[in-house]
């Protein structure tokens, strides 16, 4: 089954390659999806060679192959603006279109990546979006959510590594014991497990050769809790 994103890219570039002859630029892409960059767009198309729905063509430039469609996609007009592309569906023999399926729609959510967040010691403070992923609907739930590339290796023995994603739930409170991301004097962004002690806050790390930094309630303020980790491998 695919996402929702990967199926409106799919059906895009098929609409293009048979209105025109050749396959929409990244560009073309990222702009019908409305992603913010083209890598999102690289991991989609790698997503849909995998699963045998496109296919690159060595030697030419823009050279895309639609070589199966989903077999509930039907034709739809091709995107003209950001953001405009969104293929109807049918039910199978059926003649007239039916409510998108929740299960493409809805088995992900596409949630901003804000930067790098510091597993160590700390760097500058959460930046601003410079990219997208797609994250289970299952790892989510209730809220807003955001995720954060971990740089550092100082929440190695919670299972969180350098290049790591984690996904974060947006919050301004956490228990003690949560793997939080924490402002710390409002300037620098860390993750780390929280611990309350008595008037004070201390913020953990999980490998014994980073020390525990106590600081004053006033000192440190939670932005999210961990709820999810994502990991690549190339």
């Known amino acids: 089954m695919l996402t929702r994103k990967q199926h409106e890219l799919l059906m895009f570039i098929h609409e293009r390659i048979k209105e025109t002859g050749v396959s929409p630029s990244f560009d073309e892409m990222k702009e019908a999806l409305d992603l913010a960059s083209k890598s999102g767009i690289h991991r989609l198309i790698t997503a849909l060679e995998e699963r045998g729905f496109l296919r690159r063509l060595p030697h030419r430039a823009r050279a895309l192959e639609v070589v199966k469609l989903p077999q509930q996609a039907t034709t739809a007009a091709p995107p003209k603006g950001r953001g405009a592309f969104r293929p109807q569906l049918v039910e199978s023999g059926a003649g ?16 901003p990546v804000l930067g790098r967040i510091a ?6 403070a959460i930046q601003h979006e410079r990219d997208r992923l797609q ?3 299952s790892m989510l739930g ?3 959510h955001f995720v954060l590339e971990v740089q550092g290796d100082s929440m190695i023995n919670a299972g969180i590594l350098d290049g790591d994603y984690v996904v974060i739930r947006r919050s301004d409170s956490a228990n003690s014991g949560d793997i939080v991301v924490a402002l710390v004097l409002g300037e620098e962004a860390t993750l780390k ?5 008595g008037a004070s806050v201390a913020l953990e790390a999980a490998n014994p050769a980073y020390e525990t930094r106590i600081f004053g309630p006033d000192q440190v303020a939670v932005q999210g809790r961990l709820v999810g980790l994502i990991r690549r491998y190339h």
């Open 142 to 144: 209730a809220g807003e």
């Open 119 to 124: 597993a160590g010691t700390p760097i500058e």
């Open 96 to 111: 007239a279109p039916a409510a998108p399926s929740s299960t493409v729609a809805n088995d992900v959510r596409e949630l």
């Open 135 to 137: 994250v289970p609907e």
């Open 193 to 197: 497990r929280l611990r309350r002690k």
